[in-house]
T-cell receptor, first 115, second 115 residues
Framework: AQSVTQLDSHVSVSEGTPVLLRCNYS??????LFWYVQHPNKGLQLLLK??????LVKGINGFEAEFKKSETSFHLTKPSAHMSDAAEYFCVVRLSSGGYNKLIFGAGTRLAVHP | GAGVSQSPSNKVTEKGKDVELRCDPISGHTALYWYRQSLGQGLEFLIY????????KSGLPSDRFSAERTGGSVSTLTIQRTQQEDSAVYLC?????????????FGSGTRLTVV
């Protein structure tokens, strides 16, 4: 079965320092993977997606993620955190087989950014 | 429309009453999804529509939950005889197709509170 595991429920960084949000996936075949962000009282916004093209995926707001098949990981990074990055981040795998087509969400990582 | 529109944005209802939640997807998007986000939990898949048919209803929690989609556009999620455990944010998303290259666009959700 396909699933994702977000290794940290909370991450706290200082403004200007790097961000690393970790995600491992489980899939029997090459998955489609996504990162979504949810700001307080806002809807979910797609940050980036991996669909078996380049393994290093660049997204919006300076975020990027690298697909590593050998490690079954899809960690999200940003070189320098900004206060506006404080939000909840979800790693997501797409389950698509026959009549099934749905996104499976990780439990989420809440990112706090301190001055 | 420009985005996925959900109404109402907030709904407070008494236990035992029926509620209807509406989702208006992006024009032309054939795939539509309902998810539920409960406090402190991740997103839970409810149901998926391709056009007007629902190939996957596996996430509906009980027979009190039903959904329909008409004209390949608007979808309504109905909860009968609401219970307090139904309190959550109900999110709708749409996608141009079911192909793996497409991400989903989420609406801002309907916050349902059952008192």
């Amino acid at each position: 079965a396909q699933s994702v595991t977000q290794l940290d429920s909370h991450v706290s960084v200082s403004e200007g320092t790097p961000v690393l949000l970790r995600c491992n996936y489980s899939s029997s075949y090459s998955p489609s993977l996504f990162w979504y962000v949810q700001h307080p009282n806002k809807g979910l916004q797609l940050l980036l997606k991996y669909t078996s093209a380049a393994t290093l995926v660049k997204g919006i707001n300076g975020f990027e993620a690298e697909f590593k098949k050998s490690e079954t990981s899809f960690h999200l990074t940003k070189p320098s955190a900004h206060m506006s990055d404080a939000a909840e981040y979800f790693c997501v795998v797409r389950l698509s087989s026959g009549g099934y087509n749905k996104l499976i969400f990780g439990a989420g990582t809440r990112l706090a950014v301190h001055p | 429309g420009a985005g996925v529109s959900q109404s109402p944005s907030n709904k407070v209802t008494e236990k035992g009453k029926d509620v209807e939640l509406r989702c208006d997807p992006i024009s032309g998007h054939t795939a539509l999804y309902w998810y539920r986000q409960s406090l402190g939990q991740g997103l839970e898949f409810l149901i998926y529509f391709q056009g007007n048919s629902a190939p996957d209803k596996s996430g509906l929690p009980s027979d009190r939950f039903s959904a329909e989609r008409t004209g390949g556009s608007v979808s309504t999620l109905t909860i009968q005889r609401t219970q307090q455990e139904d309190s959550a944010v109900y999110l709708c998303a749409s996608s141009p197709s079911t192909g793996t290259a497409y991400g989903y666009t989420f609406g801002s959700g309907t916050r349902l509170t059952v008192v």
